[in-house]
Nanobody, 127 residues
């Protein structure tokens, strides 16, 4: 079992920045898992935001956050990050981190391919 804990959410004005963290509290090797960030706004489906390979060498983003968000990981600290800049009100959502055993490029945006999820952290962007 992989336990994931998100932190760093909060209330920020449009144009501001936040950095989310996702820490693995399990005893399993963090670097064995590719990771992703998803978000869910009220009344909407949970959607893909960004993903990163096991080594951190490959990253993927949904089009709406490209150039504004940066995903990264520190395997020595068992932690993944999402740096969010130039935030917009439409970025408001609960943000979830997720882990998957597979590391192939296909399917990184599909939430069904992730085995473990955190509890989520709220991000609210005011206009």
């Amino acid at each position: 079992q992989v336990q994931l804990v998100e932190s760093g959410g909060g209330l920020v004005q449009a144009g501001g920045s936040l950095r989310l963290s996702c820490a693995s509290a399990s005893g399993r090797t963090f670097s064995n898992y590719a990771m992703g960030w998803f978000r869910q706004a009220p009344g909407k489906e949970r959607e893909f935001v960004a993903a990163i390979s096991k080594s951190g060498g490959r990253t993927y983003y949904t089009d709406s956050v490209k150039g504004r968000f940066t995903i990264s990981r520190d395997n020595a600290k068992n932690t993944m990050y999402l740096q969010m800049n130039s935030l917009k009100p439409e970025d408001t959502a609960v943000y979830y981190c997720a882990a998957r055993s597979a590391d192939y490029s296909l399917g990184y945006a599909n939430k069904a391919n992730y085995n473990y999820w955190g509890q989520g952290t709220q991000v609210t962007v005011s206009s």
